[in-house]
């Protein structure tokens, strides 16, 4: 910051896989039961892919199943498709959603008890990936408050609707961890990545000193 000087040059493709992963993979490490393993994954991006390995790290019992719009981009992804979103959603114990959608694709009257889901994909205010009834029915979280609530659809649309306030956004990765956490066996929660370029820089400053520890 006080001279602007170079410090490293590092892979943005590998900054986002990583940052994405570990803001996620914190959310439902705190948030999923313990007992998970049946995982959906909706959308088959490269994001998609980066999360078999993140949740595979914390979950070692983790079964994949993909959802995507096209059958061929799932099928890519070398796992066990799902031709029904409905049915696959209600089937999950952790759903993970990734996608460009602009409408909803996960409906809140499809989830059931003791579900978790990440939600990663809608990051601009007219973009959303579930329904205002999935917010409802869930304990909603997002990382961070300040990067969420007023600049993405997924939580803009519902508060403007009066589904839900802010103050029923439970906690945010700033507040005590005690907060970011999972209250009953039966209770659904949902987490909000909502990304930032404060990740990026954290995740960038991150690799570059391990690479200086290796070096030295």
Not at 117 to 144: C, H, N, T
């Amino acid at each position: 910051d006080a001279t602007g000087d170079l410090s490293a040059l590092v892979d943005f493709h590998r900054v986002t896989k990583w940052k994405t992963a570990e803001d996620t993979l914190l959310s439902a490490s705190r948030l999923a039961r313990k007992d998970a393993t049946e995982f959906l994954l909706v959308g088959a991006g490269a994001v998609a892919r980066s999360m078999v390995q993140a949740y595979s790290s914390v979950f070692p019992n983790a079964r994949f199943t993909v959802w995507s719009r096209t059958r061929e981009s799932a099928e890519a992804m070398g796992l066990p498709v799902a031709s029904d979103l409905e049915a696959a959603v209600r089937r999950a114990h952790v759903i993970c959603s990734a996608t460009m959608a602009t409408a909803p694709l996960i409906k809140g009257d499809w989830l059931q008890p003791g579900q978790h889901l990440d939600l990663i994909g809608a990051y601009k205010p007219s973009m959303r990936e579930v329904d205002d009834r999935a917010m409802q029915r869930a304990r909603v979280f997002v990382d961070s408050r300040a990067t969420t609530l007023h600049h993405i659809g997924e939580l803009m649309d519902p508060i403007a609707s009066g589904a839900i306030t802010e103050s029923d956004i439970v906690a945010d990765f700033y507040d005590n961890p005690a907060l970011y956490t999972r209250q009953s066996e039966d209770e659904i929660t949902l987490a909000k990545n909502g990304g930032g370029a404060h990740l990026d820089l954290m995740t960038a400053s991150y690799i570059a000193d391990c690479w200086r520890r290796r070096e030295g």
